[in-house]
């Protein structure tokens, strides 16, 4: 099963549940959580363990051999990007607005514009005991976020069997990062809080998943602040809440140190046993 864990906006509590989900879950049965957050990943400040594999990542960009172009201009109105431009007798290329979709190399006439690799980012692969956490990390000044999430799940794809949990740890947002995050999910998580702010950015997930025809449930953080707005739009919409996470300086002075919660507070672990019995349930559902 794969679940992705996203929410509206940044700082609602993505990585809180993603990080403390998976390192419970590890304890009996194999799981791996993934940090797809590239532009900005942090569920490493919560796991500890040995580095088993790292590598840089590439993108493909074309680029101009002058020596063979014609200066047809065909490359420049194929491009949807405008990527490419042509200035008197030169053709310019602009990598970080290039989609790396070949059409401009496919069909060019003579062959003059090659794809290369451009390097956009790192990944690394961590080990603890049942848990194994993949993240990648784009390269300060790259704009698209969306080739080095897309080649991430690849590799926890080709590198971790079918039965594994998978357990992404989203983008923030309703963009086009969170679209390849959650495209190829079973489940999603919306991580929301209890305020108005929250219900506003709520509002735009379920939109999306439900543009996206995902099936996904609410998680609310910080419960016991703001207003009741969120229950009752979930109750309004029937959407399933499977687990309210406290709001308590407990909380927040753990998770502010990098420790796991469901370690020291009890309330955590207790709905986190929710989200188990959840997907346990799901997980048979989907074997009969």
């Known amino acids: 099963m794969k679940i992705a864990i996203a929410s509206g906006k940044g700082g609602t509590g993505k990585t809180t549940l993603a990080t403390n989900l998976a390192a419970y879950l ?8 993934t940090d797809l957050d590239v532009e900005e990943p942090n569920s ?8 088993f594999h790292e590598e840089k990542m590439y993108v493909k960009v074309p680029e101009w051999q002058e020596d063979k ?3 047809c201009g065909e490359c420049r109105q194929i491009c949807n990007f405008n990527a490419i431009t042509q200035i008197m007798d030169e053709i310019l290329v602009f990598p970080k607005l290039c989609h790396s979709c070949f059409a401009c190399s496919e069909l060019c006439p003579v062959e003059a ?7 956009m980012g790192q990944l690394r692969h ?10 990648s990390k784009l390269n300060i000044g790259e704009e698209q976020a969306v080739p080095l999430i897309s080649q991430t799940i690849e590799y926890v794809d080709e590198n971790f069997d079918k039965p594994i949990l998978k357990i992404y740890d989203s983008p923030p947002g309703t963009s086009c990062p969170v679209i390849e995050a959650t495209k190829a999910a079973d489940l999603v998580f919306l991580v929301t809080e209890p305020t108005p702010f929250g219900l506003h950015d709520l509002k735009l997930s379920v939109d999306t998943m439900q543009k996206l025809e995902k099936d996904f449930y609410v998680i ?5 602040i703001g207003n009741q707005d969120v229950y009752q739009y979930c109750q309004d919409e029937n959407i399933e809440i499977l687990a309210r996470i406290p ?6 002075e753990l998770y502010s140190n990098g420790k796991l919660l469901f370690e020291q507070v009890a ?9 188990e019995k959840f997907i346990t349930e799901r997980t048979k559902r989907g074997e009969q």
């Open 69 to 71: 172009c014609t200066l």
């Open 247 to 252: 709001d308590s300086r407990q909380i927040a």
């Open 26 to 33: 590890s304890s009996s049965r194999q799981v791996v959580l």
């Open 44 to 51: 490493g400040i919560f796991i500890e363990g040995e580095t």
């Open 267 to 275: 309330e955590v672990e207790q709905e986190l046993k929710k989200v």
């Open 126 to 135: 961590i080990k603890e005991n049942g848990l194994d956490f993949v993240e």
């Open 113 to 119: 514009l090659p794809m290369v690799d451009k390097e």
């Open 220 to 224: 609310v953080n910080r419960d016991g």
